[in-house]
């Protein structure tokens, strides 16, 4: 029977059709030889003659009928509707009008044919004419179930996921039926704690509402797959669900949330991953930006990167004359000026979009660029940060070039044409630094510190913050890539931690930050917890579905130790002395810390510079290492 079912689905829309409109006429025929012989019987008594030879004269009380009910349903949509969503109200209503129509008809027919009037009559026509229509409405529904199974065979591959939607509200609904059309999928069950819904069946689709009945049926079904149909929960209540999912080791993805449906930019169809700020150990709420940005020109440097090209989108979201694209990657400066494009069209801004190829280490061109285009505000983020790239030897000349005289460039040109304000985004790296990398910025934040103390045209600040989820050289994409291949997943020791916060939020308290900029300030973001790298691997892990190796019951997945990397810390720290100081934003924090005069610096920089053209890394280590606090 499956494969008649799996031929069948095949066919087109309109042989479809015809099936259905030829199975509703033949079920209406068994009716009509169900009911038609004993209203022939009591006919024939009337006229005094043969059953068979009314009952042959009767045809038209099954045609007409017929008919008149099949052209109702097709006229107000009941065949322009999936056969497999029948189960809506608006479609068994109907097929309950649909069914009276023809008991209706069947009735009048035989009052114009026969023309008998009598008062029996008239009872008996109209009883039978109410029985038939219930009949009719009952062979409808048969008729709907009997077609899903063979147009629409669902759960027919043996090698579907079962799937269970957890929301029985409208999301779980329009998902249920999106997973009708995948053969790929089998839904199980609904899950939801509403106690209206307790002990409920939507579609003959059991509701769950206990979290024991989902361990349950993880036992029984190993490749279970939970989709999250919540979209407008809040935040820490999704946590809190998928904090139970994760214990049950069950897979886990979600719709999109909320702000992207209303947004347009998803579907409720598009099932994706859980978004890593699931996993976040508290709610982060941030700020729209405020400021009034109209009238400016706004530069961003390494615009095309993780945090640059999210401060671009919110800085463009904001309207401003015009954003100065600086990117040193073409590939990328290309993608980030396709979706402002795309951004500015969507939300009809008039944002001029300037995409300029450039490195911040030429300061001729960033000259030009400074003189020809009235710059008002720079948002700093070029800078090569992966740890372990910058401290290869090889690496480490251009990594300092780029982080230190590329910052003291670009800083200098917005002292030149007078820029209202200047922003650095810098990393808790900076912060006692065990690495070249972490030194290079904390050397570009004391620069950055030096010149703001020694003019008064320019805002200099900086920024300072951890890991941010999911940006370019994040251990997160690793993992899941990891994941997805069987294991194992790498870690370098079960006792590092991080800070993490995602890169949308990163980025809009940068901006609030860059409000509050007096000068000279050292901002730093509430980044929340440390959170062990090991335990994050694991929750990922429990998340797809998966044991690790370690866990009774399953080969699981591995989680192997390879060992710190050359200059990685166990754990980072924000704040390099004094104490955090409270700003408007609770999520920002500002330290003034100590830092050598200009005169001071002029010189190192000058030493560092005369390194970088020999290509003395040794050297650069060693100045670095002189005049950075806690580089050893």
Partial sequence: ????????????????????????????????????????????????TGIFEIFSTEWESFFFPALISISYLYVFGFYKSLIKFFDSKDSILLSLTGSLVFGFAWFAIHIYQFNIISTSFLSIALLQGFLLSAVFYAFLNISRDVAKYLLYPYNINSDAKNIIIYGAGASGNELFHSILLDPSKRL???????????????????????????????????????????????TEKRRAIISKLEKIKVAVRTVPSFHELISDQKKMTDIQNLSLNDLLPRARVAKDLVEDVLDKTLFVSGAGGSIGSEITRQ????????????????????NLERSCIALKNSKKLKTKIIPILGDIKDSSNLNYIFQKFSVDSIYHAAAYKHVPLVEDENNITVACENNIIGTYNLALQAIDHQVQSFVMISTDKAVRPSNVMGASKRMAEIIIQSLNDSQENTKFSMVRFGNVINSSGSVIPLFLDQISKGGPLTITHKNVTRYFMTIPEASNLVLQASQMAKGGEVFILDMGEQLKIYDLAKRLIHLSGRNISSEPGSEGIEIVEVGLRPGEKMFEELLISGDQLPTENPKIFMSMESFPSLEIINPIIDSIKSAINKNQHNEIVKLLKENVEGYT
Avoid: H
């Fill in 1 to 48: 029977m499956n494969a008649i079912g799996i031929r069948l689905s095949s066919l087109n829309r309109k042989t479809k059709f015809l099936i259905v409109v030829l199975n509703d006429l033949f079920f209406a025929l068994v009716c009509w030889l169900v009911f038609g012989p004993p209203m022939a019987t009591y006919i024939a008594s009337e006229f005094s």
């Fill in 188 to 234: 199980i069950a609904f899950f939801d704690d509403s106690k209206n819904l307790k002990d409920r069946q939507i579609n003959n689709i059991p509701i769950l509402g206990s979290f024991d009945q989902l361990e349950t049926l993880k036992k029984k079904y190993s490749d279970l797959e939970v989709l999250l149909a919540i979209p407008s929960i809040d």
């Fill in 315 to 334: 800085l463009l979201e904001n309207n401003p004359k015009a954003i100065i694209l600086y990117e040193i990657s073409e590939f990328s400066l290309f």
